[in-house]
């Protein structure tokens, strides 16, 4: 293939719309973050945790969604999360055009994360069940893709949960971005965000997995009921699947507007810099003015 071949190649590859380039970003960054964390849990819950358990599961999910900021986060900003973007949104940070692009895109991406998990373990979930795919007993596999509440689980406490994680989630976002707070620095980023998660998932998943992501649950409870768990997947927990989508989208708005009331709003504002010229000029007045009272004389007044 001739240089100019290669280059005609290239052009045609290139997306020049931006949203696209966003779009597909997301649904990548997505993807990552689903295929990897989701791959975790389903290494611990498969192995009987043999190579696993808590502490792995919550340092891959936030690993999974370090990676998934690298790759996503300098073309989309990484949100990887619906509930990421409505608070920015919200808070004029994100035009709301966006909003249903990065959404829809999000969605997809976790929707063939979830895939990618099933058909990499497939032998071995076959192997686990003996082909017979549940939501509950000793050998249930749906909590490999999506959360489920414990037995003693409410769904106001269920909902309360998630609204609180999802906030401080989101508040930990806003201040790790805010270069007028103490600021990460540039580059850093995912990883003070890997950090975050591993704190959330450490403190706040026990009542049911700590999801904080609307597509992060939805979209893997939507495969494993057309890949065989069935229905259940929507109507265990009392029809818990909704809890997930609801809280996570109520959290970001409370955490983005306790970032923005208690910190955001009253940085002081930025000096705007002297031009060189202005400088120059006030460094040569103060100079006159010095060799006037060095001689005896008052300064010349305006």
């Known amino acids: 293939m001739t240089e100019k071949m290669k280059r005609s190649l290239k052009d045609k590859l290139i997306l020049k719309n931006s949203l696209v380039k966003e779009a597909l970003s997301e649904f990548l960054g997505t993807f990552i973050m689903i295929a990897l964390g989701c791959g975790s849990i389903a290494q611990s819950v498969l192995s009987r945790g043999e190579m696993g358990g808590a502490p792995v599961i919550s340092l891959g999910f936030a690993m999974a969604v370090t990676i998934a900021i690298y790759v996503s986060g300098g073309v989309s900003g990484g949100h990887i999360n619906p509930a990421v973007s409505f608070a920015m949104c919200l808070t004029g940070k994100m035009r709301w055009v966006k909003f249903p692009i990065y959404v829809i895109a999000q969605f997809l991406g976790a929707f063939v994360g979830a895939v990618a998990v099933f058909a990499i373990n497939y032998d ?10 549940t939501v509950t007993g000793v050998n249930k596999t749906a909590h490999i893709f999506a959360t489920y509440p414990e037995e ?7 909902f309360a949960d998630q609204v609180m994680s999802t906030a401080i989630l989101v508040l930990g976002v806003f201040a790790i971005f805010d270069t007028d707070n103490l600021a990460v620095p540039k580059g850093l980023e995912p990883i003070a965000i890997g950090l975050l998660i591993i704190l959330l998932t450490s403190s706040m998943a026990r009542n049911s997995g700590c999801a904080m992501n609307p597509a992060r649950d939805l979209s893997p409870r939507f495969f494993t009921y057309i890949a065989g768990w069935g229905p259940e997947v929507f109507t265990a927990g009392y029809q818990w699947w909704w809890v997930p989508i609801a809280g996570p989208m109520v959290g970001a708005a409370v955490g983005a507007a306790v970032y923005m009331l208690f910190i955001e709003l009253h940085h002081a504002p930025v000096q705007p810099r002297q031009s060189k010229a202005t400088h120059d000029k006030y460094e040569l007045t103060n100079m006159e003015e010095e060799m006037q009272l060095q001689r005896g004389c008052p300064p010349p007044t305006l």
Do not use: I
């Open 152 to 158: 003693y689980l409410s769904l106001t406490n269920g």
């Open 124 to 133: 071995l979930l076959m192997f686990y069940t003996g082909g017979e795919f």
